[in-house]
């Protein structure tokens, strides 16, 4: 699901219904994927990992695998640009 880049950046890779069902509200990434707060990926999500690449990766009707949509995400501006979130 994730990749750690030489850069430092982080890519994840979401099957491409995914993207549409986040985008369209109708679910979220940790949800879809079951992930607990402290799973990596879920971190990312929710500290405002920046996504500065994206690419389309084709099916592959072979292997039984969906077109999944690749994030290269890398770290938040400084604390100082963007306050933490205020919690409940």
């Known amino acids: ?17 995914l993207v549409v069902g986040t985008l369209a509200g109708e679910t979220s990434l940790a949800k ?15 500290e405002r990992w920046e996504i500065v690449g994206a690419r389309v990766v084709a099916a592959d ?4 695998e969906p077109a999944r ?3 290269e ?9 963007y306050p933490p979130r205020r919690t409940k």
């Open 32 to 46: 879809a994927y079951g992930l607990r707060p402290d799973h990596l990926v879920a971190r990312l999500l929710s």
């Open 69 to 71: 949509v690749a994030l």
């Open 73 to 81: 995400l890398t770290a938040p501006w400084p604390s100082a640009l």
């Open 1 to 17: 699901m994730y990749t750690s880049l030489p850069s430092g950046n982080v890519e994840i890779e979401v099957p491409s219904h």
């Open 61 to 64: 009707l072979r292997k039984g």
